[in-house]
């Protein structure tokens, strides 16, 4: 069973830390990989994706791919109250006609006390 | 902006009902996905589509059927509802297999 593991949380940050969300992932075949943000009781809003090794930014969020180490991280820098909210990491798997699919983590709930 | 919508945000039903969730996206996606969320498990693959009256078992679609007869169209059926599948329903969209983008979701309760 191909799995995306990330620590629970609650990770508690002061504002204007930077928050650091890590995610570690089974399949070394996997492509494609994404952060989505889900507030209490919403659907998940898609926020970063990343394809390659190194670093990608948008804004505040930086998304950090290692493939060799199975290893992906957001950070969020200037965090800010409203960035409170469960962090779900989704990596693609090949399914066995070839086609991908997403597994999903379970996501880590980040609060940035102000 | 990818718009994903559902047709019921809360939905309480009895055992036994035959359950209908409507997802419609607007963006002319060929994928569509349906999912359930609970909490400590995650979201779940119930089934998808990648095309007009395609579908394909996710990892959990026992219990569902789905339709798609309609491109912009994707409803989940729940044959006939149990307690244990009072959950939050999640339908997705996507152009490629990758980045896929959510509906408001649907909270169903089965008493």
């Known amino acids: 069973q191909k799995e995306v593991e990330q620590n629970s949380g609650p990770l508690s940050v002061p504002e204007g830390a930077i928050a650091s969300l890590n995610c570690t992932y089974s399949?070394?075949?996997?492509?494609?990989f994404f952060w989505y943000r889900q507030y209490s009781g919403k659907s998940p809003e898609l926020i970063m994706s990343?394809?390659?090794?190194g670093d990608k930014e948008d804004g505040r969020f930086t998304a950090q791919l290692n493939k060799a180490s199975q290893y992906v991280s957001l950070l969020i820098r200037d965090s800010q109250p409203s960035d409170s909210a469960t962090y779900l990491c989704?990596?693609?798997?090949?399914?066995?006609?070839?086609?991908?699919?997403?597994?999903f983590g379970s996501g880590t709930r980040l609060l940035v006390r102000p | 902006d990818v718009k994903v919508t559902q047709s019921s945000r809360y939905l309480v039903k009895r055992t036994g009902e035959k359950v209908f969730l409507e997802c419609v996206q607007d963006m002319d996606h060929e994928n569509m996905f349906w999912y359930r969320q609970d909490p400590g498990l995650g979201l779940r693959l119930i089934y998808f589509s990648y095309d007009v009256k395609m579908k394909e078992k996710g990892d959990i679609p026992e219990g569902y059927s789905v339709s798609r007869e309609k491109k912009e169209r994707f409803s989940l059926i729940l044959e006939s509802a149990s307690t244990n599948q009072t959950s939050m329903y999640l339908c997705?969209?996507?152009?490629?297999?990758?980045?896929?983008?959510f509906g408001p979701g649907t909270r169903l309760t089965v008493t």
């Open positions: 990343i394809y390659s090794n």
């Open positions: 399949d070394r075949g996997s492509q494609s």
């Open positions: 989704a990596v693609t798997t090949m399914m066995r006609d070839s086609s991908y699919k997403l597994i």
């Open positions: 997705a969209s996507s152009l490629d297999s990758y980045e896929q983008y």
